[in-house]
């Protein structure tokens, strides 16, 4: 490498400008270009991707048997029909959106290898400066956009959270972590311990059973599941009758949001009902002799963490085969053969998989500043989960945990068009949350309540998120069913937006 080239990769040559940028191109980002080029029809705008491909969540997890856990009809977007099975595969995710890409000619729109580095704002410019680095052959690139539409996500890719656990070196097998599976891993005949039991183990475990000598979910506390047939009654009977995928599409999204909507309430109002109704569902399936007080009853209320759908019960199937088992004690230290449990077991194993979870990454490590000050997002407070105080043009898409992520992605990007459209109509170079007067003296608390929701990695990352207050404008409240009334009823002059 000659000195000319390290200097042009060192500091960017050239600027290019956007109306709008988005980061990422996972269902978030995809959806952020669709609605842009659908509802801001002439809005120039890039997508910057750091993977090779679209995809997100669903290009960077590949470990045996990745799907989804909650159904495509509600998963998928509210402009494209999902036409099969509600459960998918990562595979027939990517396809779906593939289709998408390709059916609104998004690809143009869309840069891969291109990790965003920084984001600062000048207020003397109304401008982001957005710094990017090709990841395939280190250029440094520089943009500058009007509007940041952030749409990385919420966790790191590049690696998954795996706690240290005492000895671990010791263990003379193979330790992954599902984010990094590696392609050529051989799990045939293996003794294979899969540590937790959220959605990632659950997916995994029916997904090798059959091929190991035997898989054992071991868990420190058991989680809530609902499982039943791969299918949705009202989509079959539909396409019986012929009827438009479209409509199928919808009437089975409203079917499922107005059930969801429904359960939800029943887990805050009626729990032990609420309880009952999931434990009697893998009852169903293990039979009343299995111990499903210790391995199926979690000590919290039903939605205080994700609930995964089991289609079929896969894994209730698998366990009672006796090709998988479930270990329900809390890990001593590991061993050179396997792991040393408290109560004194030691569980062996060729292979340990530790699902135990995700870095939680709020801002998709980018360097922040406003007008030269460096920008810490835990020092804002959030308009609805998408837009921080004092942070000018700039939107983050945080999808639900009750209910699929991407149903947030549609509403969140009427929210931005309908934004957008108002400040060109006005005149407006840029807008800022802010609290008003009444809002002063609002307790600050935090992203969400852990009485609400509180998984290991929202409780780990909190302290890096935005601060909530208690009115339903400064809190994401995780309730689709009310922001799919309240969202479009934004009042965009209202004083918590102040124009510029
Ligand atoms: C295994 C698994 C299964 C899940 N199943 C479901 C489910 O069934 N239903 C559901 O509702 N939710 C599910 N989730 C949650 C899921 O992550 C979201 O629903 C959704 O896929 C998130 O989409 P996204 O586009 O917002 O973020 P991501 O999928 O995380 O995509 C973000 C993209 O931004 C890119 N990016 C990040 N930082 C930068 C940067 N600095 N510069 C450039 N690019 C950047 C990343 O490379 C990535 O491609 C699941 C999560 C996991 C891990």
């Excluded at 659908?38 to 960077?60: D, I, N, R, Y």
């Excluded at 957005?130 to 009007?146: C, P, Q, S, V």
Aim: proline share 5%; hydrophobic share 35%.
């Amino acid at each position: 490498m000659n000195v000319q080239t390290q200097i042009d990769k060192a500091s960017p040559r050239t600027t290019e400008h956007f109306d709008v940028l988005i980061a990422g191109a996972g269902i978030s980002g995809v959806g952020a270009a669709y609605h842009l080029t659908t509802q801001c029809p002439g809005t120039t705008f890039v997508a910057l991707e750091a993977q090779k491909t679209f995809g997100g969540t669903w290009t960077t997890h590949r470990y045996p048997g990745i799907r989804s856990d909650s159904d495509l009809h509600t998963f998928g977007y509210r402009f494209k029909p999902w036409t099969t099975a509600p459960i998918a595969s990562a595979a027939e995710i990517l396809k779906y959106m593939g289709d998408v890409i390709e059916e609104n000619d998004l690809a143009p729109h869309i840069r891969y290898q291109h990790t965003i580095t920084s984001a600062k704002w000048s207020s003397e410019e109304n401008l982001w400066t957005i710094e990017a680095t090709r990841t395939d052959t280190g250029e440094k690139l520089r943009f500058t956009t009007n509007f940041f539409w952030m749409c990385q996500g919420y966790y790191r890719h590049t690696e998954g959270y795996t706690p240290e656990w005492t000895d671990m070196a010791k263990f003379k097998g193979l330790i992954v972590h599902p984010q990094k599976w590696p392609e050529d891993l051989d799990y045939k005949n293996k003794r294979v311990i899969v540590i937790g039991s959220g959605a990632t183990a659950a997916t995994l475990i029916p997904a090798m059973a059959n091929d190991c000598a035997h898989v054992t979910m071991l868990q420190r506390s058991p989680t809530y599941f609902r499982t039943g047939r791969n299918a949705i009654e009202i989509a079959e009977q539909l396409r019986q009758l012929q009827v438009d995928e479209k409509w199928i599409h919808e009437i089975t999204r409203r079917k499922i949001l107005f059930d969801q909507d429904a359960f939800t309430r029943k887990t805050f109002e009626e729990p032990e009902a609420a309880k009952k109704d999931l434990l009697s569902a893998v009852e169903a399936y293990l039979g009343k002799d299995y111990d499903i007080a210790t391995h199926f009853t979690p000590r919290y209320r039903p939605w205080r963490q994700r609930i995964a759908f089991i289609p079929d019960g896969d894994l209730f199937q698998g366990i009672k085969s006796g090709k998988a088992s479930v270990v329900t004690d809390e890990i001593d230290r590991f061993t050179e053969k396997g792991i040393l449990l408290k109560s004194g077991k030691e569980l062996e194993a060729d292979i340990i998989v530790t699902a135990t979870g995700f870095h939680l990454c709020a801002n998709g490590d980018i360097e922040f500043a406003i007008d030269g000050k460096p920008l810490d997002f835990a020092d804002t407070v959030t308009y609805r989960g998408m837009m921080f105080t004092g942070v000018p043009n700039l939107v983050w898409v945080f999808g639900y945990f009750r209910a699929s992520w991407t149903l947030r992605v549609d509403l969140v990007a009427d929210f931005v068009c309908r934004l957008l459209t108002h400040m060109k109509e006005t005149g407006a170079r840029k807008v800022t949350p802010q609290l008003r007067p009444e809002d002063h003296n609002m307790p600050l608390l935090p992203w969400i309540d852990p009485e609400n929701f509180n998984p290991g990695y929202m409780m780990r990352g909190m302290h890096l998120l935005p601060k909530r207050g208690e009115k339903p404008e400064w809190q994401h409240n995780q309730d689709y069913w009310a922001e799919k009334d309240e969202f479009p009823a934004i009042d965009l002059k209202d004083k918590a937006f102040v124009y510029g």
